[in-house]
């Protein structure tokens, strides 16, 4: 099961005026992708995989990471 959760964040506005830059210069992404392959990169590069449910979070968010990575257009 694939599961969607909705955040609702504040950035700070040279973050989100970078973002709507980047979203302009490139039409196959959209904020949703943004912010999923940013927050599971944050979450391998902090995470700990020392123990087994560790591990298998690290495991799912290198899956996420990836798939939304390379995710092709419709």
């Given at each position: 099961?694939?599961a969607t959760?909705?955040?609702?964040?504040?950035?700070p506005?040279?973050?989100?005026?970078?973002?709507?830059t980047y979203?302009?210069?490139?039409?196959?992404w959209?904020?949703?992708?943004?912010?999923?392959?940013?927050?599971?990169?944050?979450?391998?590069q902090n995470?700990?995989?020392?123990?087994?449910e560790a591990?298998?979070?690290?495991?799912q968010?290198?899956r996420?990471?990836l798939e939304?990575?390379?995710?092709h257009?419709v």
């Amino acid at each position: 099961m694939n599961a969607t959760v909705s955040i609702l964040a504040e950035i700070p506005e040279t973050l989100h005026e970078s973002l709507k830059t980047y979203l302009e210069t490139h039409p196959d992404w959209d904020q949703d992708r943004v912010f999923s392959a940013a927050l599971s990169l944050f979450l391998l590069q902090n995470g700990d995989s020392g123990t087994p449910e560790a591990s298998k979070s690290y495991r799912q968010a290198a899956r996420v990471y990836l798939e939304t990575l390379f995710q092709h257009p419709v």
